[in-house]
């Protein structure tokens, strides 16, 4: 099973979101908000989650709620990848992969923690025109989720397997 862990937006964050332009143009694919997350670690195939949800559960007793800030504009990430930059959840990042990292190393060079939200896949590069675009919106994240993400014949499915809350 594919696993990640993550911080989802509250539903007046998603407005706000969803309030983005989001023209029809060919080959970009637009994420819809119930996909819409930030991802604190992604774990990859996992056998059992059970390991896993523990840790987390053990690793986040006592851990602090977060505020976060979305924005100040969309920008890319990578080559092809539309997004929203994410602040104030460094920590938590660091607190979820300290927890699982006994039961799912890190990989050898894996990539350090970025927060954000991705609004778009495009299949050569993001268009200027979609870079720069205002979006601002505050919340307090109070849980963290444990993910699993089924791929294949169309967008992502993410199914919440558990909830942890913070604080």
Same mark, same amino acid.
């Given at each position: 099973?594919? $696993?990640?862990? !993550?911080?989802?937006?509250?539903?007046? %964050?998603?407005? %706000? +979101?969803?309030?983005l332009?989001?023209?029809?143009?060919?080959? +970009?694919?637009?994420?819809?908000?119930? @996909?819409?997350?930030?991802?604190?670690?992604?774990?990859?195939?996992?056998e059992?989650?059970?390991?896993? &949800?523990?840790? *987390?559960?053990?690793?986040?007793?006592?851990?602090? @709620?977060a505020?976060?800030?979305?924005?100040?504009?969309?920008?890319? *990430?990578?080559?092809?990848v539309?997004? +929203?930059?994410? @602040?104030?959840?460094?920590?938590?990042?660091?607190t979820?992969?300290?927890?699982?990292?006994?039961?799912? =190393?890190?990989?050898?060079?894996?990539?350090?923690?970025?927060?954000? $939200?991705?609004? !778009?896949?495009c299949?050569?590069? %993001? =268009?200027?025109? &979609? +870079?720069?675009?205002?979006?601002?919106?505050?919340?307090?994240?109070? @849980?963290?989720?444990?993910?699993?993400?089924?791929?294949?014949?169309?967008?992502? %499915?993410?199914?919440?397997?558990a909830?942890?809350g913070l604080?």
């Open positions: 099973m594919r $696993l990640f862990v !993550a911080v989802r937006p509250p539903a007046e %964050v998603v407005d %706000v +979101i969803g309030a332009p989001r023209p029809e143009r060919h080959g +970009i694919r637009w994420t819809r908000s119930d @996909q819409w997350h930030v991802t604190l670690r992604f774990l990859g195939d996992v059992d989650h059970e390991p896993v &949800a523990a840790a *987390l559960c053990a690793g986040l007793a006592g851990a602090p @709620q505020t976060v800030t979305v924005g100040p504009a969309t920008a890319k *990430l990578g080559r092809g539309l997004m +929203i930059p994410v @602040q104030g959840l460094d920590e938590l990042a660091a979820v992969l300290d927890a699982t990292s006994a039961v799912v =190393p890190e990989p050898e060079g894996a990539f350090s923690f970025r927060g954000h $939200l991705t609004l !778009a896949r299949p050569r590069s %993001v =268009p200027r025109w &979609a +870079i720069g675009t205002l979006v601002g919106a505050t919340w307090t994240a109070d @849980q963290v989720e444990l993910v699993s993400s089924r791929l294949g014949g169309g967008p992502p %499915v993410h199914d919440v397997i909830r942890f604080g």
